[in-house]
């Protein structure tokens, strides 16, 4: 099955400072990759996802690029602001009626003001 | 809001009792999905079903069941709880068949075992 490591563990930036998390996955089918963010004691919630027909998607201060060849996708978050301090989640999945999503161990990224 | 809800949002019991969460998921969702959250770990996918039938399994114990209704809502089912069972328990739920199939997640219930 699926497998997906997530890294940093741990990611701490200055406010105004760029924040890049690593994603590396296993199943050569899987085709969609979504990105969760999970504030202390919230559910994780939807922050932005990509499929894999596309090699990079923004929105406003967020973005997510995919390398199919090296089985690899990251979140960039730029002028990175104390309200984005939280856990952030990978996942990896195949698109279809079994949608069986391996999620990331997940980042803990910390901005300081 | 996601649109996801789950009942109870806290639960404490003790060991070697019995409980059962609850999930309604988003208007017109047919995939239900139950996901366990230790303290300060990743996300870890217990079990899916799609529309009243299990789907996938993933890392669920076997005092652990879990069903979907004909209307659609969920129930996990815990047994014989341990202490190490004190966790988040989160439900997502997505259409079941859309391409991506993106998953919304209810508020979650945090299970305290004494």
């Known amino acids: 099955g699926e497998n997906v490591e997530q890294h940093p563990s741990t990611l701490s930036v200055q406010e105004g400072d760029s924040a890049v998390i690593k994603c590396t996955y296993s199943?050569?089918?899987?085709?969609?990759f979504p990105w969760y963010k999970q504030e202390l004691g919230k559910r994780p919630q939807l922050i932005i996802d990509?499929?894999?027909?596309?090699g990079e998607k923004k929105d406003q201060r967020i973005a997510v690029t995919l390398n199919k060849t090296a089985k690899h996708f990251s979140l960039h978050i730029t002028e990175t602001q104390p309200e984005d301090s939280a856990v952030y989640f990978c996942?990896?999945?195949?698109?279809?009626?079994?949608?069986?999503?391996?999620f990331g161990a997940g980042t803990r990224l910390t901005v300081k003001p | 809001d996601s649109g996801v809800t789950q009942t109870p949002k806290h639960l404490i019991t003790a060991t070697g009792q019995r409980v059962t969460l609850r999930c309604s998921p988003r208007?017109?969702?047919?995939?239900v999905y139950w996901y366990q959250q230790s303290l300060d770990q990743g996300l870890q996918f217990l079990i899916q079903?799609?529309?009243?039938?299990?789907?996938a399994k993933g890392n669920i114990l076997e005092r652990f069941s879990a069903q979907q209704f004909p209307d659609l809502h969920s129930e996990l089912n815990l047994s014989s709880l341990e202490l190490g069972d004190s966790a988040l328990y989160f439900c997502?739920?997505?259409?079941?068949?859309?391409?991506?199939?993106?998953?919304?997640f209810g508020p979650g219930t945090r299970l305290t075992v004494l």
């Open positions: 997502a739920s997505s259409v079941g068949l859309a391409r991506p199939d993106t998953q919304y």
């Open positions: 199943d050569s089918a899987s085709n969609y």
């Open positions: 990509i499929r894999s027909n596309v």
């Open positions: 996942a990896a999945s195949i698109m279809g009626d079994n949608n069986d999503m391996r």
């Open positions: 208007s017109g969702d047919l995939s």
């Open positions: 079903y799609y529309n009243g039938e299990e789907r």
